[in-house]
């Protein structure tokens, strides 16, 4: 669309207003497929009747205002990140009214608050992901940094020139730059498994990339965080283990969303971002086994907090985690991190997933079926889970990402959020190599759920989006 067009349009909201009613009169009388998108939204909507979103009131506050007038806030954005439940902000708030001072250095009353419910917090995390300790847990601000940690250290210190590391063509950028940034320094080559005809990683094409004994990471996404396909996780493992390499997941999308056991998974790190977990921006994490944080990965930063001993001529280093915590940390926002972790084990990892493989299926069914000339990327869900080498299958992550030749998806997005308040992702979601290489666009539009969305939130989402359709259809012409 024009942007002098898209400009004129937003001029007034009621005038595209009354364009938009327009447009969806014209459309109900001229097309058969909206009573048939009726009949089948009210057959969906019975089907759907039992599937109720979990805890939905925890975070009333944000989910029940309105972004539109006279419209309910529609958060379809989680896998950018999530919201926070109220005891995830009271837990912050009481750090910092109650027991605010510095960790691991006070002998006072409120540093001896503070450190407990700072490694409480990591505690927390260890029996989220089932670590064997607490200390195979490294607090960083975020995945990339967990990433960035890894290729800096570990990756620094082990890789050579004539080694390889493997990505994937579907990988978040921060998944991407730190290897490429670690081969420009020690010349380790970098190899990209391709995506199979279900628009999944190719994981035989990863086995042949494995083929001459020369990779020693693999480096890839549980979770896609466009596609929605889950890794053959096994599968992996044991390619690693034939070849002697290491693995890395990025688990920021499934550490949220399924049950992770680090010590029956078999990865060698596992990196996470808290705030696509109810917990505050600003945190995320590490895990590793402790053999390998303390002998194959020395520090990265020095400065207070890492040390055991420093003289002028020379520092020993603690022990892992805090030797690659340096400075003084996000103690308020990690404490919220811990309790975002009881949070989740409270409502029970296993229920999170079951309900979000329901929610998710039924989001892309709806849009397969009501969404005319819709083009959605990924497995189906049906595809998913006749994929894997276990009989259960993997899987699809409860969101969708999709174009349509009516519009960019930043201008659905736009549209979405301002004519309906439904918040969705639009652009290439840090996986330009995905976009522009595998799928051959420059951006989509993506909806992601959790578990306190609702069928009624999806189906509301679906009729919109048709209207949002419609409309540009009609100014297309």
Aim: proline share 5%.
């Amino acid at each position: 669309l024009p942007t002098t067009k898209l400009a004129a349009m937003a001029t007034t909201q009621h005038k595209l207003t009354r364009t938009h009613a327009r447009t969806c009169r014209a459309a109900q009388t001229t097309t058969s497929r909206r009573g048939a998108h009726m009949r089948r939204e009210a057959t969906n909507s019975t089907k759907m009747q039992a599937l109720v979103p979990m805890r939905r009131e925890d975070f009333a506050e944000i989910l029940n205002q309105q972004v539109t007038p006279d419209m309910p806030l529609v958060y379809l954005d989680n896998a950018a990140t999530s919201q926070k439940p109220a005891c995830v902000i009271d837990a912050v708030r009481n750090y910092y009214t109650h027991d605010n001072s510095n960790v691991h250095r006070g002998v006072h009353t409120l540093s001896a608050r503070a450190t407990d419910a700072f490694e409480e917090a990591r505690a927390s995390v260890a029996r989220l992901i089932n670590a064997s300790t607490p200390s195979e847990v490294v607090w960083t601000r975020n995945a990339s940094e967990a990433i960035n940690l890894v290729a800096l250290t570990y990756g620094a210190s082990q890789l050579k020139e004539g080694d390889a590391i493997v990505l994937s063509v579907a990988e978040h950028h921060s998944n991407i730059v730190p290897w490429q940034l670690l081969a420009q320094k020690n010349g380790v080559e970098l190899r990209y498994a391709r995506l199979d005809a279900d628009e999944r990683v190719d994981e035989d094409h990863v086995a042949e990339l494995m083929e001459d004994g020369k990779v020693k990471l693999v480096a890839i996404a549980h979770v896609s965080n466009v596609l929605g396909s889950t890794l053959d996780v096994p599968f992996v493992v044991d390619l690693c283990r034939k070849h002697g390499a290491k693995l890395l997941l990025d688990a920021c999308q499934s550490v949220p969303h399924m049950p992770i056991d680090v010590q029956s998974l078999g990865a060698d790190f596992v990196v996470a971002s808290g705030h696509k977990m109810c917990a505050p921006t600003g945190t995320g994490f590490l895990w590793a086994k402790y053999e390998t944080l303390d002998e194959l990965m020395p520090p990265l930063y020095g400065g207070g907090e890492m040390i055991e001993d420093v003289s002028t001529t020379c520092s020993t280093y603690a022990k892992p985690p805090l030797k690659f915590e340096a400075g003084t940390p996000a103690i308020g926002e990690m404490i919220g991190l811990g309790r975002a972790a009881e949070y989740l084990m409270e409502l029970d990892m296993r229920e999170i997933h079951a309900y979000e493989c329901e929610l998710g299926a039924y989001l892309y069914e709806r849009l397969a079926a009501d969404v005319p000339n819709i083009r959605l990327y990924g497995p189906s869900p049906a595809a998913a889970r006749a994929s894997g080498s276990h009989a259960s299958g993997l899987d699809r992550a409860a969101l969708c990402a999709f174009t349509h030749p009516a519009a960019h998806a930043n201008d659905l997005s736009t549209l979405l959020d301002s004519m309906s308040g439904i918040a969705i992702r639009s652009g290439h979601h840090c996986t330009q190599p995905l976009h522009k290489e595998a799928l051959g666009v420059l951006g989509t539009a993506r909806a992601s759920l959790y578990f306190y969305n609702s069928p009624e939130e999806v189906d509301f989402f679906v009729k919109e989006l048709n209207k949002v359709i419609d409309f540009f259809e009609e100014v297309a012409v």
